[in-house]
């Protein structure tokens, strides 16, 4: 994959949720949702700010993100499903 986002996109691709619940059911597909989890894969430059300087991103190549639920654009490249958000739609870093 070769994808370089520009400015403050960040490419995530999304982690599998879980096909069974805490008591032991098996949910199927048509009962889940998109999972709000993802690996971050590439990220932009930064933020460019009013005074010509840019914000350096605070997420890096690697970092387990949370993201909201309707966040950016969903791209598909080589098969696989990406998404593309701005470093604000990111909510957390989970460490």
Excluded: C, H, Q, W
């Excluded at 995530?12 to 690996?39: F, H, L, N, Y």
């Amino acid at each position: 994959m070769n994808i370089k986002p520009l400015y403050d996109r960040v490419v995530i691709k999304r982690m599998e949720e879980e096909k069974m619940s805490a008591g032991g059911i098996v949910i199927p597909d048509s009962a889940t949702e998109k999972p709000i989890k993802g690996e971050v894969v590439a990220v932009g430059a930064g933020k460019a700010l009013d005074n010509g300087t840019t914000r350096t991103p605070s997420v890096k190549v690697g970092d387990k993100v949370l993201f909201g639920k309707y966040s950016g654009t969903e791209v598909k490249l080589d098969g696989t499903e990406f998404l593309v958000v701005k470093e604000d739609d990111i909510l957390a870093i989970l460490g």
